[in-house]
C-alpha cells in the first residue's frame, strides 16, 4: 500500500520561506513522476511543481506562478521530495498535497496522479 507523508507546512509572512517535505512508503518511484499540487478555499486543485527522474536525470515541471521562487527536489533515494518555497506571497497561500504517479502525460495535471497525501496546510500573511 502506498503512503505519502507531508510535513514542513505552517505559516508565513509574505517574502519568507517553508520547505515541504514528502516521504513516500510502499512506492517504488525510480521512474515515476512525484510532486506537489495545491488548492486553496474555493479552488480547483493545481499542480505547483513536479519531478520526474530516470535513475540518472530528473526533470523538474512548475507553475508559471512560482517559477523563479520555488524549488523541487528529490534525495538520492527519490523516496523523498521537497519543495523549497521562497518569497512566498499570501497567494500562495493553501493545502499543499505530495502525489505520485506513473505515466503521467501532463506534469502538473492532477488526474494523472493516483497516490495523494493528506496535505499540509501553508499559511502566508501580508
Known amino acids: 500500500q502506498v503512503h505519502l507523508v507531508e510535513s514542513g507546512g505552517g505559516s508565513v509572512q509574505s517574502g519568507g520561506s517553508l520547505r515541504l517535505s514528502c516521504a513516500a512508503s510502499?512506492?517504488?518511484?525510480?521512474?515515476?513522476?512525484m510532486g506537489w499540487f495545491r488548492q486553496a478555499p474555493g479552488k480547483e486543485r493545481e499542480g505547483v511543481a513536479t519531478i520526474i527522474g530516470d535513475g540518472s536525470t530528473s526533470y523538474a515541471s512548475y507553475a508559471d506562478s512560482v517559477k523563479g521562487r520555488f524549488t523541487i527536489s528529490q534525495d538520492n533515494t527519490k523516496i523523498t521530495v521537497y519543495l523549497q518555497m521562497n518569497s512566498l506571497k499570501p497567494e500562495d497561500a493553501g493545502m499543499y498535497y505530495c502525489?505520485?504517479?506513473?505515466?503521467?502525460?501532463?506534469?502538473?495535471?492532477?488526474?494523472?496522479?493516483?497516490?495523494w497525501g493528506q496535505g499540509t496546510q501553508v499559511t502566508v500573511s501580508s
Open positions: 502525489a505520485a504517479g506513473s505515466w503521467v502525460a501532463a506534469p502538473l495535471n492532477p488526474s494523472y496522479f493516483a497516490y
Open positions: 510502499g512506492y517504488t518511484i525510480r521512474r515515476d513522476c
